[in-house]
Structures are given as structure tokens and as C-alpha cells.
């Protein structure tokens, strides 16, 4: 198991909460983010099991895929920005998956707060991006917030093809 650096929440959406209080994020922050970054895959995959329409699935699997890939973008500015190799720890290893639910209903309330949590998630990549000296970093966290923003796009078109 990873083991989190002194003050992070366990909780995933707790620990991205307190990352967006950071201006630039360290390599120790980046090793969280990317960890952060893995339970969102796993998180949509457990809120897609449970979703009959094929379509919506389909929808909430990219997202969780995406969130994968963000994770990869995260480990290339931590090589980018010096720090020691660091590999993306399997669930069991991942410290943020002790707290992650055996089941997400995929009901109206947790739309709207993925629909939202994921807009915040694009305005703290940004964020991290104007605060970072590397432009080549920078540009991945832009990347990475762009997507989120295209992650709350299907989280609203999905809750629509479920509504319908
Ligand atoms: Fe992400
Ligand atoms: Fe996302």
C-alpha cells in the first residue's frame, strides 16, 4: 500500500479538495494526483456496472478510461519535473480505494455532483497549469482539465439517455 505524505484526507474527493488549495503542485501532490486520478477510473467503472442503457455505459466507461490516461499524463510531468520514477499503484496498493464504494447508484444526485465535481476538476487544472513554470507540464495539465470538462458533458448527456 502507498503510503499518502502527511495531511492528505483518505478520502479521494477529499485529497483532490485539498490539492486544489495547493498553487503549484509538488512531486509529492503529483503522486497523489495520479493515485486520485485511478480511483476516478475505478469510480466510473463501479457507477457504469450498474447502469443498464448500454449507450450511457459506454458514455461513463470513456470517462473512467480518460481518467486513466490522465493518470499517465501525471506520471510524464513528474519525469518532466525531476522526481524519481513512480508507478501507478494496482487497486490494492492504492491507498484511496480503502474508502471506494462496493456500489454507486447512478441516481440524480450523483449526476449533478460528477456534472460539477468534474467542471471544478478542469478549473484546478488550469489553475495548476498558469502556476507552472514548465510549459511542457503546463500543457498536460490543460490537457487533463480540457477532458474533464468533456467528462461533465457525457455525465449530462448520460443522466438524459437514463431520464428518457
Ligand atoms: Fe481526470
Ligand atoms: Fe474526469
Partial sequence: MVTLPDGYPADAFEAFAFLKTRTRLD???LKVLAMIECYGEAFYQIL???VGHAEARALLE???AEERGHAH???KAIRLLGGEPFELPNAADNPFMALAPAEVPADAELFALLEQGELDGDLAYQAWADAEPNAEVAELYRLNGREETRHSERVVTARGLLAA
Fill in 27 to 29: 512531486i509529492e501532490d
Fill in 48 to 50: 457504469a456496472a450498474g
Fill in 62 to 64: 470513456r470517462n473512467g
Fill in 73 to 75: 499524463r501525471v506520471l
